[in-house]
């Protein structure tokens, strides 16, 4: 309550190159916040600066004929304009051969196992393509936080005429002349049947639960798309966590039962949360792992020697923590992944499914 800004459940910025959405920002009059904040990894208990070509050149756990090569194969990558001819190629069997076994080993197979879990070893080389072309040093964030830019959108689409039902839910979606909404609206069953066109944003799982008119070789087709879940403790401190100014600390350790600590607060100024310094410790885990299903109180206690590698006092700030969770965050992009590209059109006239399942050869 003490804070000026509102927080997002799982850390997000904008890239500078996302044209998209900061031109809707524009368009609607909306304050953006550009920053170059600081990117790491963490490698044999050390913080290393890594996000910028000199940086990778004076990375000191490799010799410079690895440091060049590892710079060549991920400058040769972000250069390629051509994805198309990426993706038959396994990303873990490449890239150990491009950039030498010691590089991969270090710093991008740790981050393909702590991401990816039992499906790093599947991986196509376009999802890799897709993550260093579209990175951009600076980062975007709305003013005022996510919330804020969202009820500014919904304003908008209000004065338009726009109409946005919150707190329903869409218990069936039905085709007949034209398409009819099942919905639980605010606790009351209400049947919707005005659309004559839908856009299903639903992760492809779930509109095959909503939509019974779906034939069985469609649902089929969704049903090999598979995908991971995500958790992220967030800590609020009274002090800094890192010892540096570092954003976003990737740990390249299979051992870690952390794939990231982002430290919101040195990328966005902590007087807009009452002072405070917030961290979030973010994993990507299936909906079924063990972890996923842990209380905020055992993820700490689960993290709690990790995090004392990088800052042995950080307890002692702890002001309170919290855990959020999402099912549905990261598609799992194997090779030749187009070939089961689900269409934005589907079997039912006028219904279009739009999910994160259907960006590629983007993530996002």
Not at 15 to 23: E, G, Q
Not at 120 to 128: G, K, R, V
Not at 220 to 230: E, N
Not at 277 to 282: K, Q
């Amino acid at each position: 309550k003490e804070w000026e800004w509102t927080l997002e459940e799982h850390y997000h910025h904008w890239f500078t190159n996302d044209w998209h959405v900061l031109n809707l920002a524009k368009e609607i009059g909306y304050e953006t916040i550009i920053r170059r904040p600081l990117t790491s990894v963490f490698v044999e208990d050390h913080i290393y600066q890594f996000d910028s070509p000199k940086s990778i050149l004076l990375f000191p756990k490799l010799s410079p004929i690895d440091r060049m090569r590892m710079a060549a194969t991920v400058g040769a990558i972000r250069f390629d304009p051509f994805w198309k001819q990426l993706e038959g190629i396994n990303a873990s069997k490449f890239l150990p051969l491009a950039m030498g076994h010691k590089s991969y080993k270090m710093i991008w197979e740790p981050l393909f196992i702590n991401k990816f879990g039992k499906f790093a070893d599947q991986i196509s080389l376009a999802w890799f393509w897709a993550r260093i072309k579209k990175r951009t040093p600076s980062l975007a964030y709305p003013a005022g936080g996510f919330l804020k830019f969202a009820l500014t959108l919904t304003d908008k689409i209000t004065e338009l005429g726009g109409k946005i039902n919150f707190n329903s839910e869409t218990i069936t979606l039905k085709k007949d002349k034209n398409i009819i909404l099942h919905i639980n609206e605010k606790g009351e069953e209400k049947i919707h049947s005005q659309f004559d066109k839908v856009i299903v944003t639903l992760p492809s799982f779930l509109f095959t639960k909503i939509a019974p008119q779906l034939p069985v070789g469609y649902k089929k087709t969704l049903g090999k798309l598979k995908g991971i879940g995500a958790t992220n403790l967030i800590l609020r401190l009274n002090k800094k966590f890192f010892p540096d100014e570092t954003y976003w600390l990737s740990i390249c350790d299979t051992s870690s039962p952390i794939m990231a600590i982002v430290e919101h607060t040195n990328f966005i100024n902590p007087r807009h949360y009452n002072n405070e310094h917030i961290v979030y410790l973010g994993n990507y885990l299936a909906a079924d792992h063990p972890n996923f299903i842990k209380s905020k109180d055992e993820l700490l206690s689960l993290y709690d020697p990790y995090l004392k590698k990088i800052n042995p006092d950080y307890k002692k700030n702890l002001i309170d923590y919290k855990v959020f969770k999402a099912p549905f965050a990261q598609p799992i992009i194997p090779p030749f992944y187009s070939r089961m590209l689900p269409t934005h059109t589907t079997p039912l006239a006028g219904v279009y499914l739009e999910n994160i399942e259907q960006l590629y050869p983007w993530d996002r």
